[in-house]
């Protein structure tokens, strides 16, 4: 049974090369025309850059529209580009620090937390964030065609307690609407799962995504269950008013809007920038649900940020805003039942 008829969306029925996947086609995917386009000369780099860094350069251009040009300082492009640093051995840095890797039931899938399960249905991004908790994920091992996902379904089908299916990746709205919809179907047959959640960062860096056709789908999929939407943001000049547009549309298929942000030394670590991110999330109807402490991910160690400062930075956050608008700061342990507060 087709999720929605096709006939009453015929945005669905549009053949590839919609606009959002032209637009990924001219992301940046190299230093020199970023910098150009940045008006930054790669000579006055503050430190020095990895020019042909292992986990690739990745920025859609749109991002890159919203850096402030000529600022090596600036909150969106730290998050993007590639120093030397990276390739620095820095102790208590691994390539696997959350321990997904064991919560791996069938490759592909991860049962880590009782309640819900999470799905890697993508091996990709539309931006690659340098401090990544997955840059190191052996996304090569994951399984590819639909064919190769019976396992995890076959799973999905019989395991205890479950009734969230998260889909990740990589970010799952990088596929294109006829994957997801044969996927969102299968989830719409699993007779225990209640919630949908996506965890997705496109609605902020290629909003073009969020089209008609994603948009009857995921309305038709909000109408059988409830739809959760958990976009990352980490600094409020990510959200332009495109984003503002797509989150809205998001808004009106009826999916409650989280936002995750990653606590980054030079990008979010203050609390008027923490506080603005907030307001401007919550403007766009997306609650700030985590505010995570850096995973101690090989080659990220230049974003990490103490623990203790981030205590005080939340504490400082509650003298200026309502509850619902304070993140909740979390670490992942490996081996936890859940994501450990840090922060009362
Ligand atoms: C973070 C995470 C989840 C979701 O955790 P919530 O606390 O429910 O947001 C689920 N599975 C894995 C493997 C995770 O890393
Ligand atoms: S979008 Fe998410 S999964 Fe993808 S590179 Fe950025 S942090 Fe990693």
Redesign the pocket.
């Given at each position: 049974m087709p999720l929605i008829p096709k006939a009453s969306y015929p945005a669905l029925q549009e053949p590839a090369g919609v606009a959002w996947q032209r637009e990924m086609q001219t992301a940046f995917r190299s230093l020199t025309p970023l910098l150009a386009y940045l008006e930054l000369d790669p000579a006055l780099a503050p430190e020095r850059l990895s020019a042909d860094p292992a986990f690739p350069l990745l920025i859609p251009r749109g991002f890159a529209s919203r850096m402030a040009k000529g600022d090596w300082r600036d909150p969106l492009l730290l998050q993007i580009l590639p120093l030397a640093r990276e390739n620095q051995e820095v102790a208590g840095f691994r390539s696997d620090a959350v321990g997904d890797l064991p919560s791996q039931i069938v490759p592909g899938l991860l049962h880590k937390y009782a309640s819900r399960a999470l799905l890697m249905v993508s091996h990709q991004?539309a931006?690659?964030?340098r401090y990544?908790f997955?840059?190191e994920f052996p996304y090569g091992d994951l399984p590819r065609g639909p064919e190769a996902w019976e396992e995890a379904w076959a799973y999905l089908g019989q395991a205890q307690g479950l009734d969230e299916i998260i889909l990740s990746?990589?970010?799952p709205l990088l596929l294109d609407n006829r994957r997801l919809e044969r996927i969102l179907e299968r989830i719409l047959a699993l007779p225990s799962i209640r919630t949908l959640r996506l965890h997705t960062?496109l609605p902020i860096v290629l909003p073009s995504r969020i089209e008609p056709g994603l948009l009857a789908l995921l309305g038709a999929a909000a109408e059988r269950m409830s739809l959760v939407m958990v976009i990352?943001a980490n600094h409020a000049a990510e959200i332009d008013a495109a984003c503002a547009r797509a989150l809205q549309a998001l808004r009106s298929t009826g999916a409650l809007l989280l936002n995750q942000s990653v606590l980054l030394a030079g990008v979010n670590d203050d609390a008027d920038t923490l506080a603005d991110l907030s307001r401007a999330l919550i403007r766009n109807g997306a609650l700030p649900y985590y505010l995570h402490q850096l995973d101690r991910v090989t080659g990220t160690a230049h974003y990490e940020v103490e623990e203790a400062r981030g205590r005080g930075l939340i504490e400082s956050l509650r003298g200026k805003l309502p509850g619902y608008a304070i993140p909740r700061y979390v670490r992942e342990i490996a081996g936890e039942a859940y994501k450990t507060p840090l922060s009362g």
């Amino acid at each position: 049974m087709p999720l929605i008829p096709k006939a009453s969306y015929p945005a669905l029925q549009e053949p590839a090369g919609v606009a959002w996947q032209r637009e990924m086609q001219t992301a940046f995917r190299s230093l020199t025309p970023l910098l150009a386009y940045l008006e930054l000369d790669p000579a006055l780099a503050p430190e020095r850059l990895s020019a042909d860094p292992a986990f690739p350069l990745l920025i859609p251009r749109g991002f890159a529209s919203r850096m402030a040009k000529g600022d090596w300082r600036d909150p969106l492009l730290l998050q993007i580009l590639p120093l030397a640093r990276e390739n620095q051995e820095v102790a208590g840095f691994r390539s696997d620090a959350v321990g997904d890797l064991p919560s791996q039931i069938v490759p592909g899938l991860l049962h880590k937390y009782a309640s819900r399960a999470l799905l890697m249905v993508s091996h990709q991004c539309a931006v690659h964030c340098r401090y990544c908790f997955r840059r190191e994920f052996p996304y090569g091992d994951l399984p590819r065609g639909p064919e190769a996902w019976e396992e995890a379904w076959a799973y999905l089908g019989q395991a205890q307690g479950l009734d969230e299916i998260i889909l990740s990746g990589g970010d799952p709205l990088l596929l294109d609407n006829r994957r997801l919809e044969r996927i969102l179907e299968r989830i719409l047959a699993l007779p225990s799962i209640r919630t949908l959640r996506l965890h997705t960062r496109l609605p902020i860096v290629l909003p073009s995504r969020i089209e008609p056709g994603l948009l009857a789908l995921l309305g038709a999929a909000a109408e059988r269950m409830s739809l959760v939407m958990v976009i990352h943001a980490n600094h409020a000049a990510e959200i332009d008013a495109a984003c503002a547009r797509a989150l809205q549309a998001l808004r009106s298929t009826g999916a409650l809007l989280l936002n995750q942000s990653v606590l980054l030394a030079g990008v979010n670590d203050d609390a008027d920038t923490l506080a603005d991110l907030s307001r401007a999330l919550i403007r766009n109807g997306a609650l700030p649900y985590y505010l995570h402490q850096l995973d101690r991910v090989t080659g990220t160690a230049h974003y990490e940020v103490e623990e203790a400062r981030g205590r005080g930075l939340i504490e400082s956050l509650r003298g200026k805003l309502p509850g619902y608008a304070i993140p909740r700061y979390v670490r992942e342990i490996a081996g936890e039942a859940y994501k450990t507060p840090l922060s009362g």
